[in-house]
């Protein structure tokens, strides 16, 4: 736990803490939202339109939250999600990891993370390593065997990235590689961060922003540019090449970045395991709904076939309420965990989901559910022109 002066008690004070001590260009690159962040806003403003009717003088309750997502126990509904960052905190995924271990849930680990999965893992065995279909049938199961010899539990296989690349509020410039003249041209936004430059001092210099899950069996770590380069040059994957990598793998498969109904019958049919509900957390194409107007109509074509985990605006536990009343099994977490990194490396992200633990637990005992296996919609107040689902189905 963070120490009473470090303490903070909801999301929105961590996100205030992390704009304060990270270099301008890092925090916006966390921000981020693709285009005019229509998507962005709404992940947000979409939990503000769900209301409950609390009840009263119901007694004492310590309701159930454990639950299990592609076949490991949790302690609460709520995922680490993979997030492909660098530079934020020196002990990176590591301190994450710990965290989330500490708190007896799982993580997601991005393959443009900054730490490689052996040391992650070794912080959390709960681990689901997070690829892109990017480089050749050969170099994926590359990507695979590494996983799997590290000990993952489970992949987690992104399909909803476009390549948006415009915001509206412009892109940070990011870096190649932390050389002198990289450094000099950050300098003005850097040494006006006095604490971040002091942590990475301190870990041994700056962030070397290459991606080590990414690695070639006989080479180094290429840098995130390099990595990146490679994914944008490889032809996006059918549903046939879904069902190969589920096939080599041979454990459980999540297919994140799901939005149309068709797509998740798709992927229980390409042999996935669970699928996310998501829109990258509004980074990639602008004007896709909240994930959480998409959940139903998602739960309702595949539910009974396949776990269905979303993620995208989780900044309460109310709001992890709400999610699981409209039919997710969990829920994961992006910028939440971020902003407490950020704010305070390990004891930051504990803070950051000991408030969602708590956050819920009070409102299943504010509209008296004694298990999150009993929320359904009509815990909710659900404005009528609240859900969007596709006008058509190509299936
Ligand atoms: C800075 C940043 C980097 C991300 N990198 C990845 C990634 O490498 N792989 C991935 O599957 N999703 C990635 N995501 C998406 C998250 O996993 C998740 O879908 C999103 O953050 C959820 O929305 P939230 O931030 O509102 O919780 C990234 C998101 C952010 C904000």
Redesign the pocket.
């Known amino acids: 736990m963070a120490s009473s002066s470090q303490w903070f008690e909801t999301i929105a004070e961590a996100q205030r803490r992390a704009k304060r001590r990270l270099p301008r260009s890092v925090y916006s690159?966390?921000?981020?939202g693709a285009e005019s962040g229509v998507t962005?806003e709404d992940?947000?403003t979409a939990y503000r339109e769900l209301g409950f009717f609390p009840r009263i003088a119901a007694g004492a309750n310590t309701p159930e939250i454990g639950c299990q997502v592609l076949g490991q126990a949790m302690t609460m509904p709520v995922l680490i999600?993979?997030?492909?960052?660098q530079a934020v905190h020196p002990d990176g995924e590591v301190a994450v990891a710990r965290a989330a271990a500490s708190a007896g849930i799982a993580m997601?680990l991005?393959?443009?993370?900054s730490k490689p999965i052996e040391e992650v893992i070794a912080a959390n065995e709960k681990l689901f390593f997070?690829m892109?279909w990017l480089g050749s049938r050969e170099r994926i199961e590359q990507l695979l065997d590494r996983a799997r010899s590290a000990g993952a539990k489970a992949i987690?296989l992104?399909l909803d990235?476009s390549f948006a690349h415009r915001r509206d509020w412009g892109s940070p410039a990011i870096p190649e590689t932390l050389d002198l003249r990289a450094m000099l041209k950050l300098a003005p936004e850097v040494l006006v961060r006095p604490r971040w430059l002091r942590d990475y001092a301190r870990a041994g210099g700056p962030p070397d922003l290459g991606v080590p899950n990414m690695s070639r069996p006989t080479g180094s770590a290429p840098s995130f540019f390099e990595a990146y380069g490679e994914w944008m040059s490889t032809p996006a994957p059918t549903w046939s090449d879904v069902e190969w990598l589920c096939a080599q793998w041979e454990g459980p498969v999540l297919v994140?970045?799901v939005s149309h109904p068709d797509d998740a019958r798709a992927a229980v049919q390409a042999g996935a395991a669970a699928v996310?509900v998501?829109?990258?957390?509004?980074?990639n194409l602008d004007g896709t709904p909240a994930a959480i107007r998409i959940l139903p109509g998602v739960v309702g074509a595949v539910g009974d076939d396949i776990e269905v985990l979303l993620?995208?605006?989780?900044?309460r536990g109310s709001d992890v309420v709400k999610a699981l009343a409209l039919g997710a099994r969990a829920v994961?977490?992006?910028?939440?965990y971020?902003w407490g990194l950020a704010a305070s490396g390990e004891a930051g992200v504990s803070n950051v989901v000991e408030i969602l633990r708590s956050g819920i637990i009070e409102t299943l005992n504010a509209i008296d559910r004694v298990a999150i296996r009993d929320l359904c919609p009509d815990d909710l107040i659900i404005p009528s022109n609240f859900t969007r689902a596709p006008a058509t189905s190509r299936v």
Do not use: C, E
Not at 81 to 85: E, L, N, R
Not at 110 to 113: G, I, L, M, R
Not at 311 to 315: A, H, L
């Open positions: 690159a966390l921000t981020a962005l992940n947000l999600s993979p997030t492909g960052v997601g991005s393959s443009f993370a997070q892109y987690i992104t990235w994140k970045g996310s998501s829109n990258h957390g509004g980074n993620d995208g605006g989780i900044r994961m977490i992006g910028r939440a971020l």
